[in-house]
T-cell receptor
Framework: AQKVTQAQTEISVVEKEDVTLDCVYETRDTTYYLFWYKQPPSGELVFLIRRNSFDEQNEISGRYSWNFQKSTSSFNFTITASQVVDSAVYFCALSAPHTGKLIFGQGTTLQVKP | DGGITQSPKYLFRKEGQNVTLSCEQNLNHDAMYWYRQDPGQGLRLIYYSQIVNDFQKGDIAEGYSVSREKKESFPLTVTSAQKNPTAFYLC???????????????FGPGTRLLVL
């Protein structure tokens, strides 16, 4: 069975600190996709990043970066120099291709204080 | 502007009543999805549709029904059989299937359903 675990329920940082959100997943599929979404107080989920299971290259996009490690089944997400506008709930999600199903973690609430 | 619209923003249901949540997209996406989110929880898949006139049950389909008569529209009906319907309902769409890009789901603003 597929499962996504976000062990951090809430994180509080001061503006300009770097923060890493952890995500651990379980799947028996050899091909799968991983995603991070942001849910601000308005409620709409905003797509942030995605990664294929066969591409372990880690990347940086602006203040966002991610660390995908198949050996530990982890897909961690880092925000550099956090800002108050980054305050939101962040969800990690796993999908098996061609199923249409996204399996979400419980979410991590990030609070960035000025 | 291309995007996904959901209406209404808030919906109140009386006991024993069926209510329908609207979801429309003008992104020309083939696939559409309905999720339910309870407070402090992640999202759970209710139904999804890969193509017009076809849809599949998700993990929590009981008490819900859908239709997909048009590519742009995927309405969700919460029936009286759903005993605990109070939740935040999110609709999503994706271009299609085959790659991580085409399977990336984009979400609407959501509908909050409350039971009177």
């Amino acid at each position: 069975a597929q499962k996504v675990t976000q062990a951090q329920t809430e994180i509080s940082v001061v503006e300009k600190e770097d923060v890493t959100l952890d995500c651990v997943y379980e799947t028996r599929d050899t091909t799968y996709y991983l995603f991070w979404y942001k849910q601000p107080p308005s409620g709409e989920l905003v797509f942030l990043i995605r990664r294929n299971s066969f591409d372990e290259q880690n990347e940086i996009s602006g203040r966002y970066s991610w660390n995908f490690q198949k050996s530990t089944s982890s897909f961690n997400f880092t925000i550099t120099a956090s800002q108050v506008v980054d305050s939101a709930v962040y969800f990690c999600a796993l999908s098996a291709p061609h199923t249409g199903k996204l399996i979400f973690g419980q979410g991590t609430t990030l609070q960035v204080k000025p | 502007d291309g995007g996904i619209t959901q209406s209404p923003k808030y919906l109140f249901r009386k006991e024993g009543q069926n209510v329908t949540l609207s979801c429309e997209q003008n992104l020309n996406h083939d696939a559409m999805y309905w999720y339910r989110q309870d407070p402090g929880q992640g999202l759970r898949l209710i139904y999804y549709s890969q193509i017009v006139n076809d849809f599949q049950k998700g993990d929590i389909a009981e008490g819900y029904s859908v239709s997909r008569e048009k590519k742009e529209s995927f309405p969700l009906t919460v029936t009286s059989a759903q005993k605990n319907p109070t939740a935040f309902y999110l609709c999503a769409s994706s271009p299609g299937f085959g790659t991580s890009e085409t399977e990336t789901q984009y979400f609407g603003p959501g509908t909050r359903l409350l039971v009177l």
